[in-house]
């Protein structure tokens, strides 16, 4: 995946938690060593997070219609601060999107801004917070969590809290491929958890768990919502009015089945578990569900085509 060198990046939906002095090294910057896993699943999706703490919008995707209830800023711990200011200056072109991960992140996260926002209706979509953060964060919504959560997203305050160690971690525990296309769709399955937000299909989740739960059906929808803006990625114009992200090959897509793959409940059970898959406890979906429903948005490039909660066969 590349971006377009020469185009504009905006950090003003960024919050920098790591500390006062912001940037937090980029690539190769002094990543850690945290897994994120939890119950069976992993800390990818928050899914304990997300289930017992959503706050639920109106609407529902099709027409786009969406309502209701935005929060603030995060919540900030003792002794943390918000400073974006050296990430704004580190991020300014997609130059620096090529070479750093907390700039891709930030372009990554400017695209998927204007897909999303292109299939709302005027004045009904509200872009999520995003906020980098080293060890543990609190937030004004979900209350605490620490680096072992993973990447996750809060209903509650409408935001997207991310260790970018985790991006190693994946790599590092989890063998995964990795490279920037991968980390893209995490990434973009968070912002999917936003767009479930906003259309109310998180109300249709629960808490159960299985192979055909509300959870996993929930799971596996942001992953299709993140396929889709990736069929949609090199086409998405930014700020000036072309594409950000200017390619996108079968190596990128490839990278990125295969941690969708490494992500699945049996896969994590069987690897980094007891070496026992338990249907019953499945909070995600299995490898092959993950994998095919990144590829059904992909493929399809339709937001429509996601309705995971409809379908009989999750695969």
Known sequence: MRFDENADLDTSGVDDLRGSG??????GGGIGGRVAMGGGGLGVVGIVIYLLLSTFAGGNLGGIDAGGGFGGLDGLSAGQTADSGQLAQNCRTGASANSSTDCEVVAVLNSLDSYWASQFRQGQFQRPRTNFFDGQVSTSGCGGATSATGPFYCPADSEIYIDLSFFQELTSRFGTQGGPFAQAYVIAHEYGHHIQNLTGANRRAGNDTGPTSGSVRL?????????????????????SGRPLITDINEADIDAALDTASKIGDDYIQTNLGNG???????SHGSSAQRERWFTTGIQSGDPARCDTFSARDLG
Request: with cysteine; hydrophobic share 30%.
């Open 22 to 27: 912001g940037g937090g090294g980029g690539l």
């Open 219 to 239: 799971e596996l929808q942001a992953d299709c919502y993140a396929g889709v803006w990736a069929n949609h990625a090199t086409t998405t114009p930014g700020s």
């Open 276 to 282: 026992r898959v338990d249907e019953s406890s499945f």
